[in-house]
């Protein structure tokens, strides 16, 4: 990574714009406070075009750390970078590195990462932990997960503020996405004026991955609208949002808990009655794909006997029973 000496700070309209983009989501961090602000940034263009803006709308109030996956030889390099770079703008740093689980390797480093975050954050004394998501992040996503013919969970975007996965629930902390009415090639801006030069992660343009082909297409669709395609996926966050609101309320009124299991005397819709089963499920032990939990769906509604992992649900004239199937015998 270069850098010039001294690093330039961003026009200000555009940290005018980010000071608005920022108070939208984290009113209480507005000016007037000395709450500190966590960035995850990795060395790529947009988290350091996150560091650069909030650097400059709150000086003296951010703090940056850096997750080393170890998935790359280069990513310890990656880390020293930003960690030059931080020191240069005179923000505190840290380093840090996790270790993944077998399993899903996106899903495992995706925990592990926020997990660190998350525990860092706390023990900086932390208000929040910024990430720089942003609109094109938004319909690469949302496309995707369209071609996977995936479910209104599925296509949710990620909301502009939320909870840090992985902290304990009475000391989790805000997690913002400020930039999501932001381009990839408005932060790539940010990082070019300042002399920067940002790492690039080979996978973003192998096109052996799903994502980096539809990047690659979404440069070339110029009739695509990508600030309305991550509109869309906001609007199917709150969709979502209301669909767990609901299936909230069918829990309470329709549910429940029996010696073996649970019984369901559905109510709401097919999309909230899904949500029921695999809350269900999950309290009983088990995490099924959402193609599982349809298939069961339908079979239940035509009155038929139906298996959810290591569970079976039998439809019954008071509604459906879920339990632990009976083991077979030797």
């Known amino acids: 990574m270069q850098q010039l000496i001294p690093v330039p700070a961003p026009e200000a309209a555009l940290v005018d714009r980010f000071k608005a983009d920022l108070a939208a989501v984290w009113p209480e961090g507005a000016r007037g406070s000395d709450a500190g602000l966590g960035l995850a940034v990795s060395g790529g263009g947009d988290s350091l075009a996150l560091l650069l803006l909030a650097h400059a709308a709150l000086p ?14 280069a ?35 995706r925990a592990a990462r926020y997990a660190a975050l998350g525990e860092w954050a706390g023990a900086q004394g932390l208000a929040a932990l910024a990430t720089a998501h942003h609109a094109d992040d938004q319909a690469e996503t949302l496309l995707a997960r369209l071609n996977r013919a995936s479910g209104v969970a599925g296509l949710a975007g990620v909301r502009a503020r939320g909870l840090v996965p992985g902290m304990a629930k009475p000391a989790r902390l805000p997690l913002l996405r ?46 695509l609208d990508v600030p309305a ?30 010696p073996l299991g649970f019984s369901y005397r559905p109510q709401a819709p097919r999309a909230v009655a899904l949500r029921v089963l695999r809350r269900i499920a999950a309290e009983l032990g088990e995490a099924p794909r959402g193609a599982v939990l349809a298939r069961a769906f339908d079979a239940l509604v035509r009155g038929e006997v139906a298996s959810i992992g290591a569970l079976v649900a039998r439809p019954g004239p008071q509604g459906w029973t879920v339990q632990a199937a009976p083991r077979r015998r030797s």
């Open 178 to 223: 400020p930039l999501l009415g932001w381009r990839r090639a408005e932060l790539a801006g940010v990082v070019g004026a300042a002399g920067l030069m940002a790492v690039d992660d080979p996978s973003n343009v192998d096109p052996r991955f799903d994502r980096a082909r539809l990047r690659a297409a979404l440069i070339g669709a110029d009739w």
């Open 229 to 258: 395609l991550a509109q869309s996926a906001a609007h199917l966050a709150d969709a979502d949002a209301a669909l767990d609101w609901a299936a909230g309320r069918e829990w309470v009124e329709a549910v429940r808990r029996e």
């Open 75 to 109: 990513s310890a390099g990656e880390a020293a970078g930003v960690a030059a770079l931080c020191a240069q703008l005179e923000v505190p740093h840290a380093t840090l590195a996790v270790q993944l689980a077998s399993g899903n390797l996106q899903a495992e480093a």
């Open 60 to 73: 003296g109030r951010v703090a940056v750390a850096t997750v080393d996956h170890g998935l790359r030889a």
